[in-house]
């Protein structure tokens, strides 16, 4: 796949790149090297002063970065700026806490003296996606450059603008020893690069695939890795919830970020006495979408990040209608140039058919009956993914019931699943493993150290 910014909405080439040579990347790994030495043994109060300078960058310059994500795969304007707010929000969190998640844990054992140390491995390989060109980065690159870490970027092919721009906000900030820098590269070339010694670990949010190559590789040659990978969020909805409310949310949940966000909700389980009146307010909610140019501030809707998706969604919807599912609403594409795919909802939903469990990676919603909550959750786990899931209940002991038996990384109830940088992020089964944000995220490279002194 060419490096280059392609407008999704239009279809048009605004930038290219040349991928590095083997020389320039072999330079940018010495540089990471070098960068670490400097890095590890900078105090907290320094790591600091230059993460929280980055947050200041991303919020002064939001509205420039934010039009860089739209141009680049097509998430409405106004969404791409909060995206930057966000990043700017995780780097103040992590420069004001990193120093107390990773102080020394004094365990009382029989010796005189026994802690626990945190320290940092070393170079971090990020492999990232597209589909939150910034926020996904800088939620590892928080952690791990307050943790004393460094990192190399390898960023997916259509967003290399994006890329460059978090090399040079880090740069700016003062990280400019070489902590943080992108690396213009194919795909082919992670595995060779993770293999070298001097990267310490990996982390990646993509596909199933590209997880499965990553961890296998860093298996090879025992380097630790976190995986974070698709989704198929159950967004379950009882008797009891506030019926308004559950469908303004859920088509919000639905189709943020056009849809294409591992976390958005994707299968619609509804008890079966309110179905029939979440149908009809979710349909119409879906069809008074704008759908339109991502850059007009007023759009709800832009268009997929490449022509691929559209193609692939269409034919999981197709698919799904061939095997029995009722298409209430959308179900083509939309306009002669763009990567427009129309608000789309389908009801029940055979097993064989892919809506069923599959992720759906756009503005598809499938809607599902069910009988009572043991039904629910039955389907919201019948799936290989494990990431989030939304319940919608004002009862509290049927809400327990949800959090303790659905099987996701995490559990929000009555509210749309998020990313928080004040709690764990991650999934189970093949939702991948591991976990980013919060204490626990902080933890993940690092070498947790016992030390013991018997006597002094």
């Not at 605004?14 to 590095?20: E, G, I, N, Q, S």
């Not at 034919?315 to 939309?334: F, I, K, N, P, Y």
């Not at 004002?394 to 009555?414: C, L, M, P, Y």
Request: hydrophobic share 45%; net charge negative; glycine share 8%.
């Amino acid at each position: 796949m060419a490096i280059a910014t392609i407008n999704p909405a239009t279809g048009e080439t605004l930038k290219t790149f040349d991928a590095f040579s083997a020389d320039e990347i072999e330079r940018r790994l010495r540089r990471a090297v070098d960068a670490f030495v400097v890095n590890r043994r900078r105090s907290f109060a320094d790591r600091a002063q230059r993460m929280k300078r980055a947050g200041e960058l991303l919020e002064a310059r939001k509205s420039e970065y934010g039009r860089v994500m739209t141009l680049e795969m097509g998430k409405p304007v106004k969404a791409a700026v909060a995206e930057v707010e966000k990043c700017a929000r995780v780097c103040a969190y992590y420069a004001e806490n990193a120093e107390r998640f990773l102080a020394d844990e004094h365990v009382q054992t029989d010796a005189q003296e026994s802690f626990i140390r945190y320290q940092p491995l070393g170079p971090v390989l990020a492999v990232m996606p597209w589909n939150f060109p910034f926020w996904q980065v800088f939620r590892f690159v928080a952690p791990a450059l307050m943790a004393g870490n460094v990192g190399l970027l390898k960023h997916a092919s259509n967003v290399p603008q994006s890329a460059l721009a978090i090399e040079e906000v880090m740069r700016d900030a003062g990280y400019d020893q070489g902590e943080m820098q992108t690396l213009l590269i194919g795909a082919e070339l992670v595995s060779k690069i993770l293999q070298d010694e001097r990267v310490k670990a990996a982390t990646l949010t993509g596909s199933e695939p590209a997880g499965a190559s990553v961890a296998s590789t860093a298996a090879k040659v025992i380097k630790k890795s976190v995986l974070e990978l698709g989704g198929s969020d159950p967004f379950v909805v009882m008797p009891s919830a506030d019926l308004e409310e559950a469908v303004t949310i859920a088509v919000k949940a639905r189709v943020v970020n056009n849809g294409q966000s591992c976390i958005a909700a994707k299968r619609f389980i509804v008890h079966e006495s309110i179905a029939g009146e979440f149908e009809t307010r979710f349909v119409r909610a879906m069809e008074s979408l704008k759908v339109g140019d991502p850059l007009d501030e007023s759009t709800d809707l832009g268009p997929l990040a490449m022509p691929q998706i559209v193609e692939d969604l269409d034919e999981q919807v197709r698919a799904s209608v061939a095997a029995g599912a009722r298409l209430l609403t959308g179900g083509h594409r939309l306009g002669e140039r763009g990567n427009f795919y129309a608000p789309t909802v389908l009801a029940d939903i055979p097993e064989s058919a892919p809506a069923y469990a599959q992720e759906t990676f756009g503005p598809v919603a499938s809607l599902f009956r069910v009988k009572d909550a043991d039904d629910a959750i039955r389907l919201a786990n019948a799936t290989l993914f494990g990431l989030g899931a939304s319940v919608w209940t004002r009862d509290r002991k049927e809400a327990d019931r949800f959090i303790d038996r659905i099987e996701s990384g995490q559990v929000f109830v009555n509210a749309m699943v998020a990313s928080d940088p004040r709690v764990p992020f991650g999934g189970v089964k093949h939702s991948g493993f591991g976990r980013e944000l919060g204490v626990h995220g902080i933890r993940e490279f690092v070498n947790i150290k016992t030390i013991w002194i018997a006597k002094m």
